[in-house]
């Protein structure tokens, strides 16, 4: 059987509409997930690229931000209880600041390296319009190189809020469980980081200010777009 069309099986016995079943059944997707190399999924020419890439030399900065390659998302499968794909990130590229409410995503970083900056809520009874602008604190903040573990965000904790910037070209396959779904109120919405006083001008537990930050829902600029790209891999078996 193909490496992936495991990763799909488990993910159709352990992913439901409302989630992963229990723990166990993350741990049993996360197991299979690990195992996905960059030739499971068509990506082994671009892997092998990257093993020899070098950063090139900026000569004109400005021409080169508007000539970057754009991110490209690689579709391979998506139902209502989980979603597979694959994001192709150039180097230097950002993923902003992006939230995933209600669902569970694992991450595995198939080649490259990548920073990641990742954020939990924190809950707070405060008076005032919270709905944009929230407290969170900091749970991740550091590069990752593959090969290497996957990655698992959990509704409540995990790094919920991350992005992304691409040190060199590298390539995430994500599972979303269950995916982005706008009528089921699970809309992707972006973030950056604010003064760290509260919304309303009054500032919250001065004691603790360092270990957290102030989130505001924001868009990001017209540039930022992520393309969709043609999955090469091993067709599924559905």
Request: proline share 7%.
């Given at each position: 059987m193909a490496a992936i069309q495991k990763l799909y099986e488990v993910c159709k016995a352990s992913l439901s509409e409302k989630g992963p079943s229990s723990p166990e059944a993350v741990?049993?997707?996360?197991?299979?997930?690990?195992m996905i190399t960059p030739s499971d999924v068509g990506?082994?020419?671009?892997?092998?690229?990257?093993r020899v890439w070098r950063r090139p030399r900026v000569l004109n900065r400005k021409t080169v931000l508007h000539s970057s390659p754009a991110i490209r998302y690689r579709h391979i499968y998506e139902c209502k209880s989980f979603s597979i794909g694959i994001y192709c990130i150039p180097a230097s590229s950002i993923i902003p600041l992006h939230n995933h409410p209600g669902m569970t995503v694992l991450s595995k970083l198939l080649y490259g390296k990548v920073h990641v900056k990742a954020y939990d809520w924190i809950d707070i009874e405060e008076p005032g319009n919270?709905?944009?602008?929230?407290?969170?604190?900091?749970?991740?903040?550091?590069?990752?190189?593959?090969?290497?573990?996957?990655?698992?965000?959990?509704?409540?904790?995990?790094?919920?809020?991350?992005?992304l910037k691409a040190i060199t070209p590298c390539a995430i396959l994500d599972i979303l469980?269950?995916?982005?779904?706008?009528?089921?109120?699970?809309?992707?919405?972006?973030?950056?980081?604010?003064?760290?006083?509260?919304?309303?001008?009054?500032?919250?537990?001065?004691?603790?200010?360092?270990?957290?930050?102030?989130?505001?829902?924001?868009?990001?600029?017209?540039?930022?777009?992520?393309?969709?790209?043609?999955?090469?891999?091993?067709?599924l078996e559905l």
């Open positions: 741990e049993n997707v996360r197991a299979v997930l690990d990506l082994e020419c671009e892997a092998q690229a990257v919270l709905s944009k602008v929230r407290p969170a604190k900091v749970v991740r903040d550091g590069e990752i190189s593959a090969p290497c573990a996957a990655m698992v965000l959990r509704p409540t904790g995990g790094g919920n809020v991350h992005a469980s269950p995916p982005y779904s706008s009528k089921d109120g699970r809309h992707c919405s972006y973030f950056r980081r604010r003064q760290k006083s509260h919304p309303t001008g009054i500032l919250w537990d001065r004691t603790r200010e360092s270990e957290f930050v102030w989130l505001e829902e924001y868009q990001p600029r017209d540039n930022f777009v992520i393309r969709r790209d043609l999955y090469t891999g091993p067709t």
